[in-house]
């Protein structure tokens, strides 16, 4: 079973950074995307970050320029770099992969890290 393990969150002020890691462990034959998704108090998840195996990268626009995404594959490791950090993005931020593990690929999902952003 594939498990993915998520750290880095905490409590920042506003214009400081953080930095997002998540790592899977178990019975993988290959990753193809990882990402970053975040749920806000009373909203529903969106999403934040993304890439393919080919290194195509995603961003929401609200993070646009000050979020990166990058990706470890032989430590099948994910992380999320953010700076300039606003109020905005204090959330859950969940990390999820999409895994080969025998024959199917699945999507796996991070227990998720609170990040709070404070004026």
């Known amino acids: 079973q594939v498990q993915l393990v998520e750290s880095g969150g905490g409590v920042v002020r506003a214009g400081g950074s953080l930095r997002l890691s998540c790592s899977a462990s178990g019975s993988i034959f290959s990753i193809n995307s990882m990402g970053w998704y975040r749920q806000a108090p009373g909203k529903q998840r969106e999403l934040v970050a993304t890439?393919?195996?080919?290194?195509?990268?995603n961003y929401a626009d609200a993070v646009k320029g000050r979020f990166t995404l990058s990706r470890d594959s032989a430590k099948n490791t994910v992380y999320l770099q953010m700076t300039s950090l606003e109020p905005e993005d204090t959330a859950v931020y969940y990390c999820?992969?999409?895994?080969?593990?025998?024959?199917?690929?699945?999507?796996?999902w991070g227990q998720g890290t609170q990040v709070t952003v404070s004026s």
């Open positions: 890439s393919t195996n080919g290194g195509g990268r």
């Open positions: 999820t992969m999409q895994v080969l593990t025998g024959e199917r690929w699945s999507i796996i």
